[in-house]
């Protein structure tokens, strides 16, 4: 019950052709990123990946450097004033992007490796191992985790609290279990397709098969999977930043926050020290949100449709008020329709 | 009740898990974190309570690791959690005075965000391409924007600068705590600025979720059957409502975790002194034997909160019933 927007062409009524074949990865790439919502969110993450890069180096001063006079309203001189320490604050930003960055990159990878081996296996697998490994994630699942690695970090040495690599790692054992729980509900569906069969057959190993033949068909739950627990770390980060359990000599936003809090610059409306990592956080956090949002009209082309607003509907040729049971599918480039579509002739018509 | 009998297995066992963490953490760890804490504390405390952390610890009693490990679940099951060493009383003690604040803010809040979100939600997916959708954006915005800087901002702006909320605490100083109206409604006015920073930040998923599956259920043949029938629009939405928010409920368990760390923070931004205020001193002060109550009682409160969730969902899903 769908309508192929773009399907123009008239197809032979009648003529069924085959499920849409798996495009191939470059398909895959040049189609994500064509709705706004991506590109808005490619082009803020790629501008923090950059900063996370090159943040220090552009930096006027040392987010140590406490030189300066102290309090400074924001100026020529100090973008974001100083701190009460006597520090620049623009400095301290531009340096706090890398920790933060870097920190829920590896959070998110580490988790997301987790989730898919634990949840593939457990997919795959089924019997004891499943029973095992499910369990092993609602158990995860269940604990609050940022409790958990309050406690965890308060009993590290200082030199551990200090170390973002393994700081990410920690945060990572908290975040893989809701991605290893999706992966293993596809994973399921998946190897029960004949493709998976004729591997097996074939006599490919156990680990091939679930590696190389069920993996590539759960690649955008992985990616959905990845941007949300890198979300999900670089907020943990943040708040363990905040709370003084990380180390506060690492720069990072939630470092920042720590001390503009402490120094109590919310109540002398010293906005241009708490303000700017916040809204860093938040647009970090927008960019990979938009991110998902793609990935997962990707995987649901039904959302796609959905997203659109009242002109962007007419101008993709969709009936002004959508009606019940009929969802239109917006494809942006001609393929072979599906059977559905098909059988009932050109585009436009439904049922 | 197959199904309910399955989650409260793993419930238990993730209490098992928690209270195991909590014994091994400070036994294994490098650098002896609590040698180095009893160190510190050498003449600040009474013998006696010396005493108690050693016990709580197994330090310097020459037990064998599994030999501490029972006398610590006997503690637990005589309701001991050891002696917070900053409070000097124990921490069974600051967590019954503490507790009741969190847990009536955080419940008030989840309520009223759920509820809120899923309408939204609801709203959103039936009437998909309306203005409605320009809440969409604004909601990522919030859902992305730590809680405790959405407090802070909220806390300047509405409270320091234009006094629309009280700021700062839980009621009114000076007040009697007691069944009395001025007590409460100083309490609820107090509480209103916390639960709101809660609320807009925690929306967000619900109402996305909700939309999303509203979108795809709406699609469903007995939807179409429904509005075939002729039946008026407000039925035909709760039906389709009814199986979409399934997934809402089965997904509580995630979200309430999320929403109960980012409550923690709250607390701290606007000094209410619940269980968020006393991590944060247990924190500062390495007081490690409030820190393990306060996650183990965390813990056990998020436990029982996705339990509740199960049985609304047993209520709410027929098939489930019918299995059993």
């Avoid at chain 1, 009460?84 to 992007?97: K, T, V, W």
């Avoid at chain 1, 990380?246 to 936003?253: E, G, K």
Wanted: proline share 6%.
């Amino acid at each position: 019950m769908s309508v192929h927007v773009d399907d123009l062409a008239p197809l032979p009524a009648g003529q069924l052709t085959p499920v849409a074949p798996v495009k191939g990865k470059v398909g895959r790439a040049i189609r994500l990123p064509r709705s706004p919502k991506v590109i808005a969110g490619l082009v803020i993450i790629a501008i923090f990946a950059i900063l996370t890069l090159i943040g220090p180096w552009v930096a006027p001063f040392s987010p140590n450097d406490n030189s300066f006079a102290q309090n400074l309203h924001p100026s020529a001189a100090h973008w974001l004033g100083t701190s009460n320490l006597g520090a620049d604050i623009f400095s301290q930003l531009l340096n706090g992007a890398r920790a933060t960055m870097v920190v829920g990159f590896i959070a998110g990878l580490v988790a997301t490796v987790l989730s898919v081996i634990i949840g593939i296996t457990a997919g795959y697998l089924g019997g004891g191992a499943d029973e095992g490994l499910s369990l092993a994630a609602n158990v995860f699942l269940a604990i609050p985790g940022l409790p958990l690695l309050i406690v965890l970090d308060s009993y590290l040495p200082a030199s551990g609290r200090s170390n973002t690599l393994l700081i990410g790692v920690i945060i990572a054992i908290t975040g893989w279990a809701w991605g290893a729980r999706v992966l293993r509900a596809q994973t399921m569906s998946v190897k029960r397709r004949d493709f998976v069969e004729a591997a097996r057959i074939v006599g490919e190993s156990r680990i091939r098969i679930m590696f190389f033949e069920v993996l590539p068909n759960l690649v955008a739950i992985v990616a959905s999977s990845f941007l949300f627990t890198m979300l999900y770390s670089i907020g943990t980060y943040i708040a363990l930043a905040y709370l003084g359990v990380t180390s506060t000599s690492v720069w990072n936003w939630g470092t920042m926050l720590y001390w503009a809090q402490s120094s109590n610059a919310p109540l002398t409306g010293a906005w241009w020290w708490f303000v700017p990592p916040g809204l860093c956080i938040a647009l970090v956090g927008m960019g990979l949100a938009l991110l998902n949002f793609g990935v997962d009209e990707f995987i649901n082309p039904r959302l796609r449709a959905a997203g659109l607003s009242k002109k962007g509907m007419r101008k993709a040729g969709l009936p002004r008020n959508p009606k019940l049971g009929l969802t239109p599918v917006v494809r942006n480039r001609p393929r072979p329709a599906t059977a559905a579509a098909t059988a009932a002739g050109p585009a436009k018509v439904a049922r | 009740m197959i199904p309910l009998a399955r989650k409260l297995v793993v419930y238990v066992i993730t209490a098992w898990v928690a209270i195991t963490v909590n014994f091994l953490l400070p036994r294994l760890m490098p650098g002896n974190p609590i040698q180095t804490m009893i160190g510190k504390l050498q003449g600040r405390v009474t013998p006696a309570m010396q005493q108690a952390i050693q016990l709580q610890f197994g330090v310097g009693l020459h037990q064998s690791l599994w030999d501490q490990y029972v006398s610590y679940w006997s503690q637990l099951f005589h309701g001991n959690l050891g002696q917070s060493i900053t409070l000097s009383s124990p921490v069974s003690t600051v967590l019954g005075g503490t507790l009741p604040w969190t847990i009536g803010l955080l419940g008030v809040s989840t309520v009223i965000s759920f509820v809120l979100g899923t309408l939204l939600g609801i709203a959103l997916g039936w009437r998909r391409g309306s203005w409605l959708d320009g809440l969409l954006p604004l909601s990522t915005f919030f859902q992305a924007v730590p809680y405790f800087f959405l407090g802070t901002v909220l806390l300047l702006v509405f409270g320091s600068d234009l006094h629309w909320f009280p700021v700062l605490g839980n009621y009114q100083r000076g007040l009697t705590p007691g069944w009395s109206w001025a007590f409460i409604s100083s309490v609820i006015r107090y509480a209103e600025l916390p639960v709101i920073t809660i609320v807009l930040s925690s929306i967000a998923g619900w109402m996305l979720g909700m939309r999303n599956m509203m979108v795809t259920t709406m699609d469903e043949d007995f939807v179409l059957v429904a509005r075939a029938k002729g039946l008026p629009t407000r039925k035909v939405v709760t039906y389709a409502a009814r199986s979409a928010i399934l997934p809402s409920v089965a997904n509580f368990s995630l979200a309430i975790g999320l929403v109960v760390s980012g409550a923690l923070l709250v607390e701290l931004v606007f000094n209410y002194p619940g269980v968020g205020n006393l991590l944060l001193q247990a924190v500062l002060n390495q007081d490690y034997p409030l820190l393990q109550g306060i996650f183990l009682v965390i813990t056990l409160t998020v436990l029982a909160a996705n339990l509740i969730a199960d049985f609304v969902y047993v209520a709410l899903d027929p098939r489930v019933r019918q299995e059993a």
